[in-house]
């Protein structure tokens, strides 16, 4: 994957993941025939990938993770929903 966005704070380049040069061509085919090349490190970084999907997006951590922001931003809504209904 290339480090944009989010997913720098997913992948760790080496451990479940390969971080390439976006619009490298090169690097892309190096770090493909670098995994077709080594079946075990194949093998590992696509355990680990799937272990911190496991650890990091299961629905119940993402729910919590919405209750979090929402109760953050509750007291705000609330006055959002006064001033707009009062118009």
């Known amino acids: ?7 720098v704070s997913i992948i760790k380049d080496g451990k479940n993941g390969i971080f390439v040069p976006a619009r490298n061509a090169t690097a892309i085919a190096a770090a493909v025939n ?6 075990k490190l194949c093998e590992t970084l ?12 299961t629905w119940d951590k993402i729910t919590l993770q ?7 931003h509750k007291s705000s809504t609330k006055e959002y929903l006064k001033r707009i209904r009062t118009k």
Do not use: M, N
């Not at 994957?1 to 997913?7: C, D, E, Q, V």
């Not at 696509?46 to 997006?57: C, E, H, M, N, W």
């Open 66 to 72: 919405f209750e979090d922001i929402y109760a953050k």
């Open 46 to 57: 696509g355990k680990q990938a799937l272990q911190t999907v496991k650890d990091k997006f």
């Open 34 to 39: 670098k995994l077709l090349d080594d079946p």
């Open 1 to 7: 994957t290339t480090k944009s966005g989010g997913i």
